[in-house]
């Protein structure tokens, strides 16, 4: 499995925009050149801002020659072969978490993909805990890819350093991954935290606990 984590964008500044995002995640895709997409679009069911409005992915992809499923359609989780997954972000993280676990064909899918591409709530999840709410402090399990780590985006841009230490402390977890907005970390499970690579305009900051 190979993991390309993003840590979302910032509306309000230029060198951390939603279209210098949406470039990097693009860019992934094609190098992965899979046959289709699964989106997985549950973190921002009804999107408040125009740069993220239904469908946006889909018009991003448009001119790459990938099908794009959607996850809300049971025909098109049905349909899933030789995929990569997509998960969007979004303020809605305990509906991300629910509407996946609810759907059990789509939570394997997403635990054995061979490729998954995410960002901001959607990176979150793919940790074995995330924080569940925006402004909250609730830690709660997420999908448990990358084992004993938790994930924060927007790291630099919303001043989250001490947060994600803060996390890793009430989850027990001995890694965090700080990730900036239109940045990316990619990476193997198998061999996380020693071989990783960074990708756009920020920086990655990995933390392990004192324990370790």
Avoid: C
């Amino acid at each position: 499995m190979k993991l390309y984590l993003f840590g979302g964008a910032e509306i309000d500044i230029p060198s951390r925009s939603a279209a210098l995002l949406k470039n990097l995640i693009k860019e992934a895709l094609i190098s992965i050149n899979p046959e289709s997409v699964l989106l997985v679009p549950f973190a921002r069911p009804v999107p408040h801002e125009e740069v993220w409005k239904e469908g946006w992915f889909a018009e991003m992809m448009s001119d790459t020659g990938i099908k794009i499923l959607d996850a809300r359609i049971e025909t098109d989780i049905n349909s899933v072969s030789n995929s990569a997954i997509f998960i969007n972000g979004g303020i809605e993280r305990r509906e991300l978490l629910q509407s996946v676990n609810d759907r059990p064909q789509l939570l394997h899918l997403i635990t054995h993909a061979q490729y998954i591409v995410a960002e901001s709530a959607g990176s979150m999840a793919m940790g074995e805990y995330m924080r569940a709410d925006r402004d909250g402090t609730e830690i709660v399990k997420g999908f448990g890819i990358l084992r004993n780590t938790i994930i924060e985006p927007h790291y630099a841009e919303k001043q989250r350093q001490q947060l994600l230490i803060e996390d890793m402390e009430k989850s027990g977890m001995n890694y965090g991954i700080g990730i900036d907005s239109a940045t990316g970390i990619i990476v193997d499970p198998t061999e996380f935290p020693t071989q990783w690579a960074k990708v756009g305009f920020g920086n990655i900051d990995l933390k392990q606990s004192k324990e370790q």
